[in-house]
Structure formats: structure tokens, C-alpha cells
């Protein structure tokens, strides 16, 4: 028997205020949920993208952010970046730098992104569960990708905000 995921429900400050299941918030509620995020940096300025595999319920087959995965109920931002880490790329060792949070809405959902970064020079080993491939990217390929279909729109859209915003130390 499959057990029913659970997310909080957050108001834009993060503040907890109710919960609900992972299949009612990704059916069209537009409910507002936490998700982390993780953009991982090699000491040459590239930066890991992860190709989300093929039976994601959201985006199949759309290269996104190295780590990206919801809060569960009762767990803090800090637990649930480390958990996906570990869960998605196999990465335990990291020093994870807080750059922001903002609200992103999809035509599916609405989710309150807290977005981290790290350099990481260590193993990486992607869940083949969720993604079918990963790979360090040149900043100046990603660039020219952006808008062809090739990336996720969450991913499109935080990359050129924090590139805008000089977040990343690229």
C-alpha cells in the first residue's frame, strides 16, 4: 500500500497554517507549499543540472535544478534541503549558502521556494527513480538553451533571477 505524502500549507512568510496531500496540491489548488532547492557549483563555475525522470508527475524529462524536493509536514527547510540532497544526487557533505525565497506558480501549483547553493567537488550519484541523467553545465549553454524547451520553467525562471541578481558565485 502506497502511505499519502503530506505537505504544509504556508502562507508567504513560511508560516504553517494548515496541510494537505501531495495530490491535492499538485491538481490545480494553487494551495502554497514549501520546496527547496539546491544549485550545485563546481570549482570551475559550472553548475549541475538534473534531468528529471520520465515518470516525475510535473515536468518528465525536463533538465532542472541539481536538487529540488517539498517539505514534508513537521520538517524543517534546513532537514528537508539535506534529505533531498542525499535522496536525489547522494550528496551528504555540503555546506548549503541560503540565497532566497520567493513564490513560483506553475499552470499546476504554487509553492514557496527556498533556494540554496553549495560548491561541491565530491561524488555525485543520481537516484535513477527520479532522474535519468545529470551533468555539469557551462553557465554559457544554459544561457543559450533558456527558452527552448529544454529546461524546466521553475528552473528557467530562478536561474535568471539569481544570475540577475549576481546570487550565484559564478
Avoid at 12 to 29: L, M, P, Y
Avoid at 37 to 53: F, I
Avoid at 60 to 85: C, M, Q, Y
Avoid at 118 to 140: A, D, H, L, Q, R
Wanted: hydrophobic fraction near 35%.
Amino acid at each position: 500500500m502506497i502511505q499519502t505524502e503530506y505537505f504544509p500549507l504556508v502562507d508567504e512568510n513560511g508560516k504553517v497554517i494548515g496541510k494537505a496531500s501531495r495530490e491535492e496540491c499538485h491538481r490545480g489548488t494553487f494551495w502554497l507549499h514549501p520546496v527547496v532547492h539546491l544549485h550545485v557549483l563546481n570549482s570551475r563555475g559550472e553548475l549541475y543540472l538534473q534531468k528529471r525522470a520520465p515518470t516525475k508527475d510535473i515536468q518528465p524529462n525536463k533538465w532542472d535544478t541539481a536538487v529540488g524536493g517539498h517539505v514534508d509536514f513537521g520538517e524543517e527547510i534546513a532537514s528537508a534541503l539535506r534529505r533531498e540532497a542525499f535522496e536525489e544526487l547522494g550528496i551528504s557533505h555540503f555546506e548549503p549558502v541560503f540565497l532566497l525565497r520567493y513564490k513560483f506558480v506553475s499552470l499546476q501549483e504554487a509553492e514557496l521556494v527556498h533556494s540554496h547553493y553549495c560548491v561541491y567537488e565530491g561524488k555525485i550519484i543520481p537516484n535513477p527513480i527520479e532522474i535519468t541523467e545529470g551533468k555539469f553545465w557551462k553557465i554559457s549553454d544554459i544561457k543559450e538553451k533558456i527558452g527552448s524547451g529544454t529546461f524546466t520553467p521553475n528552473f528557467e525562471n530562478e536561474f535568471q533571477m539569481l544570475y540577475a541578481k549576481k546570487l550565484l558565485p559564478l
